[in-house]
């Protein structure tokens, strides 16, 4: 039985939330964008896969205000930031290096700048059957140094 959860598990993290083909995302990681909103231009700083579509998180003078591609314009411009590119990109198939549970692959949902660092958004747990007081994600930001590439 333990066997059967874990294969169960294994598939679960591997099987992409939005489907066979990952959907565009509406502007680029460090592009300019400007919040409807609030009426302001700032940067996107990060972008997560969450309630069927992309959640982007927007820079506006060190405010991080999270929007849907409704509620943001693409500009085309990069914001100049001295930052290395994400080592890993959406949907990309990675390795938990310290995670000692079941299996340790999962997809990259997410990505973001914090504190001119990379930070990838993965799903550390499988959803339970029942529903839990005390866990309150089950997504986390997983730092580069944590996660290696797989090659598939």
Known sequence: MTEQI???QKCWYLS?????TIP?????LLERVYLRTTRTFGYCCGMQWKHECWIYSIDCRNEILHATQNQIIGTGELEAIKVQKPAFVLGERVMLCSHDKGTKQ????GIGLVNNSWFYVVELMSPALTQSRTISNRFSLVGEK????VNV
């Open 6 to 8: 874990v294969t169960l």
């Open 16 to 20: 992409p939330p939005w489907g066979r």
């Open 24 to 28: 565009p995302v509406e502007v680029n």
């Open 106 to 109: 999962r997809l990259i949902l």
């Open 146 to 149: 944590s996660l290696m590439r």
